[in-house]
């Protein structure tokens, strides 16, 4: 069984650029979550991909976009990176939408620098 | 100037001895509460979780409490190993949307051999 993986593990960009960064969820997993977790902090729950839609989503500005794909990978797109974007992006999968508990599959995460 | 969110609260404990990690959580409207192991430089990885009409679950050397008249979580470790060390976090859901969790901000845990 193949877990969640992200591409790339490392990125530095400046302010103003825009990034992607890609998940492939795990095998048998259709629903998609990304968070965002700055240094020394918890991870913030950005949105949720499920049947290619948007399913879900926190705090952040629609600066922060994505897609998922009828294999259930999935894109984050941030546009106009400003500093405080700097964090590890982490993608995290689960069985299927409605399931009852809060077992995440995380990957190892994207770290963002923008300097 | 300090960065408030960069220190951790911190437990140092001896290898074999029992760990406690101690969580406050927000939203009474929670329907699971998590706890979730972060090595450096990996993702977070599911421990255990409990469901909120559940006041105790136990795993493997794991035991996670919850009293939801302080709402308050706790980890409970068996006999913390080396591997243990990690930052755990607490989480909580709510609501139909199964991956928006909202996680706090995580407690340091050193085992000294």
């Known amino acids: 069984e193949t877990g969640v993986t992200q591409s790339p593990t490392h990125l530095i960009k400046t302010r103003g650029q825009q990034v992607t960064l890609r998940c492939s969820s795990q095998s048998g997993h259709n629903t998609v979550s990304w968070y965002q977790q700055a240094l020394g902090q918890g991870p913030q729950f950005i949105f949720q991909y499920y049947r290619e839609e948007e399913n879900g989503r926190g705090n952040f500005p629609p600066r922060f976009s994505g897609l998922q794909f009828p294999n259930y990978s999935s894109e984050l797109n941030v546009n106009a990176l400003e500093l405080d974007d700097s964090a590890l992006y982490l993608c995290?999968?689960?069985?299927?939408?409605?399931?009852?508990?809060?077992?995440?599959?995380f990957g190892e995460g994207s770290r963002l620098t923008v300097l | 100037g300090e960065s408030v969110g960069l220190h951790l609260p911190t437990l140092s404990v001896q290898e074999g001895d029992n760990s406690i990690i101690n969580c406050a959580y927000s939203?009474?409207?929670?329907?699971?509460f998590i706890w979730y192991k972060q090595e450096s430089g990996k993702g977070p990885q599911f421990i255990i979780d409990?469901?909120?009409?559940?006041d105790k679950r136990q795993g493997q050397r794991v035991t996670v409490l919850l009293n939801k008249t302080v709402k308050h979580l706790s980890l409970q470790i068996a006999a913390t190993q080396p591997g243990d060390s990690a930052v755990y976090f607490c989480?909580?859901?709510?609501?139909?949307?199964?991956?928006?969790?909202?996680f706090g901000k995580g407690t340091k845990l050193s085992v000294k051999p």
């Open positions: 995290a999968s689960s069985p299927r939408q409605g399931s009852n508990t809060g077992e995440l599959f």
């Open positions: 939203n009474s409207a929670s329907d699971y």
């Open positions: 989480a909580e859901k709510w609501g139909g949307s199964q991956g928006n969790l909202i």
């Open positions: 409990i469901r909120s009409n559940m």
